[in-house]
């Protein structure tokens, strides 16, 4: 699947000063699995390499205009008339996600300082070629990379643009109805990991649908989908899911294994492993005993087993 990324933190030398921002994750780790379609909106709009810094001046955060650092030139003109075409460009990538630079003034997607006149930096926004990508693509999963430090960001971000590929993937080449019930039901619970409440909202509208309906159902059905993950999911909310999958082996488990497999959830749900050691365990049980339902469950798989994701949350 195709992801944007802001060309430096490829190891790019495209910023002001000739440097480049490698981020070693995401080209080395989570590079193998993924396309990556590097932006430099700066130097792509015609600036050169190395150049003058810029900063946003400005009252509001939606209007604030894009300035060089010290002779104070105007180049948002030249930035919007290249971010433009480039967005109807990036249209036909079908991207499945963006990874932004932190705090840049052009590509930084939240936290990017915007000066007063005076020269005091008094408000925060964003950079101005990633706002007008999130206003073009609301929905497309985006996160910046200074963020992605965090593994718990990090892990949710990626199960998100795996889950709005898999997405993406159904409503292209399926659209049919059997194809939306299974979308849903594999995702039960990664979604109860996440909102629990909306869950329950997205189930309305699976169930709800028929043959004409199907193509409202699915317009009406993916801001909700969004919006679930959207929601970070939390361990009280991972503690919730492990036990209602635990469930599903209440024939099956001897008293003891029972009893290690409630440990194992309460050590994660105390903060004293991660969350692979819970999951690993009941990936050995959904492997034993076959269960139909469990083994098409994305929770269980929600990413590459390469990327470590689930060691550190």
């Not at 802001?6 to 981020?23: A, T």
């Not at 005076?118 to 990633?130: D, L, N």
């Amino acid at each position: 699947m195709k992801i944007g990324i802001s060309s430096c933190l490829l190891g790019n030398k495209v910023r002001f000063d000739g440097q480049h921002k490698l981020n070693r994750f995401l080209r080395d780790e989570l590079g193998p699995f993924v396309e990556w379609v590097p932006v430099c909106p700066e130097m792509e709009c015609g600036m050169p390499v190395p150049r003058e810094a810029l900063r946003l001046i400005g009252k509001d955060p939606e209007t604030a205009r894009l300035f060089t650092n010290k002779t104070f030139v105007d180049k948002t003109e030249q930035m919007l008339d290249f971010t433009y075409p480039k967005l109807n460009e990036l249209e036909k990538e079908n991207l499945r996600g963006f990874v932004f630079k932190t705090k840049s003034p052009t590509s930084g997607m939240r936290g990017v300082k915007i000066y007063s006149e005076k020269g005091v930096p008094e408000r925060h926004g964003s950079g101005i070629f990633a706002r007008e990508f999130m206003k073009r693509f609301p929905n497309i999963p985006v996160e910046d990379e200074g963020r992605l430090h965090d593994p718990g960001i990090r892990e949710n971000f990626i199960e998100k643009i795996y889950i709005y590929d898999r997405w993406l993937t159904y409503c292209e080449n399926d659209g049919s109805i059997a194809g939306f019930i299974s979308f849903h039901t594999r995702h039960k619970y990664t979604f109860m990991a996440h909102a629990p409440a909306l869950l329950k909202t997205a189930g309305k509208i699976v169930a709800a649908s028929s043959k004409k309906t199907i193509n409202s159902d699915i317009l009406a059905y993916e801001p909700v989908l969004m919006s679930i993950v959207n929601l970070k999911a939390t361990v009280k909310k991972h503690v919730n899911v492990l036990q209602h999958i635990m469930g599903y082996f209440k024939n099956d488990l001897s008293s003891d294994e029972k009893q290690e497999l409630l440990y194992v959830i309460q050590k994660y749900a105390d903060h004293y492993v991660p969350l692979i050691v819970p999951i690993v365990l009941l990936q050995h049980y959904v492997r034993k005993y076959q269960d139909p339902y469990l083994l098409e469950q994305w929770y269980l798989n929600p990413h590459p087993d390469e990327l470590k994701l689930r060691n550190h949350v």
